[in-house]
């Protein structure tokens, strides 16, 4: 195809015509672009924080990980106190506290 | 208040509980399933590394001291009766509260050998490294020594 072929421009132009803008449609285009632009700039750290946390994939993420982080280590002081426990037990069995 | 500010802290804190929450849960749950009966002597199994037969042998001298021991914690409790009655609304140490405490020293004195004697009887039967291991631990939290 030859870029320069006026013609032929002209008959694949008319072959697609472009629909009618909607009025005012610049303004609005420049109006979102300055409302994106505003909102950008007033977000501060703890807002895109908040942001972070309603995210129901990061807020399910999150959970799920303290929950089993607490279920894990509280399984790990169970045992040690439960051992714990059983020392004591044994030690009070063969030394009453009227001996020492 | 912020917005923000207010969702960030209301999801620390929910987050707070739910850690505490299983923590605290897991922790009880698993400190009751652990747990021994009276009497078990799977504590010590399990800490010396101890074989079947190993372990028979500590039952067996475990259930021999432990008749001693309780002979021995009657005959100290009389004698603590015998001294608290000696010194029944006396305001000094008279001279038959005085034989009654040393008499009441003698008891724990004897009956504390009886305890060590039986320490050592069940670490001779460990192996030397936990035999030494154990006799420091009881040592320790018996007698209150450094365990050095």
Known sequence: MNPDDTKFRE?????????????????NVWR?????????????WLD?????????RFALVAATMLVMTGVLLGAREGNRMAQKDAKA???????????? | MNRSLVIVLGALALGAVLFIGSFAASQRICRMCVAQPTGSLDWLQNEYHLNNEQMGRIQ????????????????IDGKKQEVEAALNNSTNV?????????DLAACRAHCQSQMLQYFISVSQIMSPDQGHRYLAEMEKNTLGFSGK
Not at chain 1, 48 to 56: D, E, G, I, M, S
Not at chain 2, 66 to 73: E, I, K, R, Y
């Open chain 1, 48 to 56: 895109a924080l908040a942001a972070l946390v309603l995210r129901p």
């Open chain 2, 94 to 102: 008279n001279p038959v509260a005085a034989q009654k405490i040393e």
């Open chain 1, 11 to 27: 008959v694949l132009r008319a072959a697609r015509p472009s629909p009618s803008l909607p009025p005012h449609f610049k303004e």
């Open chain 2, 60 to 75: 067996n001298l475990h259930q021999a001291y432990l008749t001693q021991c309780a002979a021995m914690c009657q005959t």
């Open chain 1, 89 to 100: 037990q044994y030690i009070t069995a063969v030394a009453p506290v009227t001996m020492r």
């Open chain 1, 32 to 44: 979102r672009i300055e409302d994106a632009e505003a909102s950008v700039k007033s977000d501060t």
